[in-house]
Nanobody, 122 residues
Framework: QVQLVESGGGLVQAGGSLRLSCAAS????????MAWFRQAPGKEREFVAV????????GYADSVKGRFTISRDNAKNTVYLQMNSLKPEDTAVYYC???????????????WGQGTQVTVSS
């Protein structure tokens, strides 16, 4: 069992930066791929970024590539999402998720956090 708690969301102006954190409980954090998803009002949950268990491989949605960076610290049981050059269209609730495979489909992830709101004003 893995419990995930996101933090770091907030209100920021366009062009600004935020760093999201996702703290995980349990001793098996380092065996899970971790991902960030987001969901805007009236839209489906969409993939943002993923990192494999060791942290050696990452993947990004085209919409955030070059602006967002996912990383993890297995000693701290934490995954991060550094978000730079934020745009109003990045406004959403951001969720972290843990799963066996580093893929983009949300259904493959077994554990989810409660989400943190990111609002980017124009």
């Amino acid at each position: 069992q893995v419990q995930l708690v996101e933090s770091g969301g907030g209100l920021v102006q366009a062009g600004g930066s935020l760093r999201l954190s996702c703290a995980a409980s349990g001793r098996t954090f380092s065996s899970y791929a971790m991902a960030w998803f987001r969901q805007a009002p009236g839209k489906e949950r969409e993939f943002v970024a993923v990192i494999n268990a060791s942290g050696g491989n990452t993947g990004y949605a085209d919409s955030v590539k070059g602006r967002f960076t996912i990383s993890r610290d297995n000693a701290k049981n934490t995954v991060y999402l550094q978000m730079n050059s934020l745009k109003p269209e990045d406004t959403a609730v951001y969720y972290c998720a843990a799963g066996r495979f580093a893929v983009v489909r949300p259904r493959t992830y077994n554990y989810w956090g409660q989400g943190t709101q990111v609002t980017v004003s124009s």
